[in-house]
């Protein structure tokens, strides 16, 4: 059974651009959510997505969105980029309360 | 609000060692606890997962977490410490219903494995 697939691994962009990250989540899992990890934050959640639509969002500004498509695939999108959006962003994906299976990641750097 | 704590941002131990990290969760018994092990510039896998019920819960790579109430606590441990067991390691509570119930993450700890 195929895990979790992120793309791009890894993405330097500049402040100002915009970025989209890629989620595949494992086959038959309907839920995806996305959470950024910082050396000074920790993992923090930024939405989750059901059949399409975000059942909720963390606390994080109106330039983090995303979105999930009819095969579940989910994207999240960054615009106006940041310094301090540099991170590792984890997508996982579960087919319920009891299990969340987490991709390899996106590092993002924002130079 | 449901939540873990981990007490240690770093623990060191030497090679075949004991392996000992602390998680304690807040005052109600969630349904569910996990651990996470992240290794340099990779996602979370998933250790063990413990369940209503439960008290020992056996993961993989012979790590082992033992469900206290009386404590709230969920530590994790493994008899003899590998080289290959340095990584960080995360506690995590999935957030009560109603609602989406998202993972809520300690601060983690840094395993440190010495020769």
């Known amino acids: 059974k195929a895990g979790v697939t992120q793309t791009p691994r890894y993405l330097i962009k500049t402040r100002g651009q915009q970025v989209t990250l890629s989620c595949s989540p494992i086959?038959?899992?309907?839920?995806v959510s996305w959470y950024q990890q910082t050396p000074g934050q920790g993992l923090q959640f930024l939405f989750e997505y059901f059949s399409e639509t975000q059942r909720n969002k963390g606390n994080f500004p109106g330039r983090f969105s995303g979105r999930q498509f009819s095969n579940s695939r989910s994207e999240m999108n960054v615009s106006t980029l940041e310094l301090g959006d540099s991170a590792l962003y984890l997508c996982?994906?579960?087919?319920?309360?009891?299990?969340?299976?987490f991709g390899s990641g996106t590092r993002l750097t924002v130079v | 609000a449901q939540s873990v704590t981990q007490l240690g941002s770093h623990v060191s131990v030497s090679e075949g060692a004991l392996v000992l990290l602390r998680c304690n969760y807040s005052?109600?018994?969630?349904?569910?606890l996990f651990w996470y092990v992240q290794y340099p510039n990779q996602g979370l896998q998933l250790l063990l997962k413990?369940?209503?019920?439960?008290?020992l819960v056996k993961g993989i790579n012979g790590f082992e977490a033992e469900f206290k109430k009386s404590e709230t606590s969920f530590h994790l441990t493994k008899p003899s410490a590998h080289m290959s067991d340095a990584a960080e390691y995360f506690c995590?509570?999935?957030?009560?219903?109603?609602?989406?119930?998202?993972?809520?993450f300690g601060t983690g700890t840094r395993l440190l494995v010495s020769p």
């Open positions: 995590a509570v999935p957030k009560p219903p109603p609602g989406f119930q998202k993972l809520v």
């Open positions: 996982a994906s579960s087919s319920g309360t009891s299990g969340y299976t």
């Open positions: 413990y369940t209503t019920g439960a008290t």
């Open positions: 005052s109600s018994v969630p349904p569910y």
């Open positions: 086959s038959g899992h309907r839920s």
